[in-house]
């Protein structure tokens, strides 16, 4: 039976997922098409099919590593404060300034 947190997870990291698909089909982002494939993963850890823990480790360790040899063409996202990946290029969300 599944506990009600573990549904909540499911569902947090399926708005995750579809989140960071949707910035890299707007982007063209190296950052989201990785961080989309690394929240997939997650979604499959998440659901527990049966082969899902080899299948996770694998593919976590293929995601860490293309993001370690691609890391200077993803270095300005992983610099950024949180905020800024879901805001326009070159403004700061949290400046009520720029409102």
Avoid: C, N, Q
Wanted: charged fraction near 15%; glycine fraction near 6%; avoid cysteine.
């Amino acid at each position: 039976m599944m506990m009600p947190s573990e549904a909540a997870s499911i569902g947090i990291l399926v708005v995750a997922l579809a989140v960071a698909g949707w910035r890299w089909r707007k982007t063209r982002a190296p950052y989201f098409l990785w961080l989309t494939w690394l929240v997939g993963d997650l979604v499959v850890r998440e659901i527990h099919f049966s082969g899902t823990s080899p299948v996770f480790y694998i593919a976590l360790s293929l995601i860490l590593y293309i993001g370690l040899i691609y890391y200077s063409r993803m270095a300005e996202y992983f610099a950024s404060p949180p905020l800024t990946l879901f805001s326009r290029k070159g403004t700061d969300p949290l400046d009520l300034r720029a409102a």
